[in-house]
Antibody, heavy 120, light 106 residues
Framework: QVQLQESGPGLVKPSETLSLTCAVS?????????WAWIRQPPGKGLEWIGE???????NYNPSLQGRVTISADKSKNRFSLKLTSVTAADTAVYSC?????????????WGQGTRVTVSS | EIVLTQSPATLSLSPGERATLSCRAS??????LAWYQQKPGQAPRLLIYDTSNRATGIPARFSGSGSGTDFTLTISSLEPEDFAVYYCQQRSGWPFFGGGTRVELK
């Protein structure tokens, strides 16, 4: 069974960098698929942040381009998110998920999500 | 970029009733779509992928259909645990989600 678990600080100060890690068990991130970050601001819908694939290639939401970096540590089977220069608008529940491409692209496994608040 | 519009925003129904949720894409970029269910305090759960395929462990009362720009999620007979928010999703360049439909107890 594939499992994903987010970890990281729940409070980040404005202008600082948000850093989260997603530990994956039950599947090697080096094998296949995409490994994504998705966020949900309070009371709002879902927003894709970006992804890294099994080869280490990354894609990012253009609205966040320049502030976001996703990397992978294959030896520990985990991947990470860094979002710089955060503001209150970045307050959200951040989830990691596995992206899978068949006829269409979808997310078949999700972490529980971790709440991050941007506040001084 | 595509916009996925879900309707209605809220659906008020009773257990045992049929729920029909709509997702309309602003342009036809794919004939396929995914649906997710989200309950309060939980991550979304994949229900349907590639428009009509149920994900592992999803009951048969959930079904998906559609093509082009119009897609539908149908719950044939609502169970108490089905009251939740439902999202549709496609990828055009990058993944997009609809705004969600809340299925609430009438």
């Amino acid at each position: 069974q594939v499992q994903l678990q987010e970890s990281g600080p729940g409070l980040v100060k404005p202008s600082e960098t948000l850093s989260l890690t997603c530990a994956v068990s039950g599947y090697s991130i080096s094998s296949d698929h995409y490994w994504a970050w998705i966020r949900q601001p309070p009371g709002k819908g879902l927003e894709w942040i970006g992804e890294i694939n099994h080869s280490g290639n990354t894609n990012y939401n253009p609205s966040l381009q320049g502030r976001v970096t996703i990397s992978a540590d294959k030896s520990k089977n985990r991947f990470s998110l860094k979002l710089t220069s955060v503001t209150a608008a970045d307050t959200a529940v951040y989830s990691c998920a596995r992206g899978r491409l068949t006829a269409e692209y979808y997310f078949d496994y999700w972490g529980q999500g971790t709440r991050v608040t941007v506040s001084s | 970029e595509i916009v996925l519009t879900q309707s209605p925003a809220t659906l008020s129904l009773s257990p045992g009733e049929r729920a029909t949720l709509s997702c309309r894409a602003s342009q036809s970029v794919s004939s396929f779509l995914a649906w997710y269910q989200q309950k309060p305090g939980q991550a979304p759960r994949l229900l349907i992928y590639d428009t009509s395929n149920r994900a592992t462990g999803i009951p048969a009362r959930f079904s998906g259909s559609g093509s082009g720009t119009d897609f539908t999620l149908t719950i044939s007979s609502l169970e108490p645990e089905d009251f939740a928010v439902y999202y549709c999703q496609q990828r055009s360049g990058w993944p997009f989600f609809g705004g969600g439909t809340r299925v609430e107890l009438k």
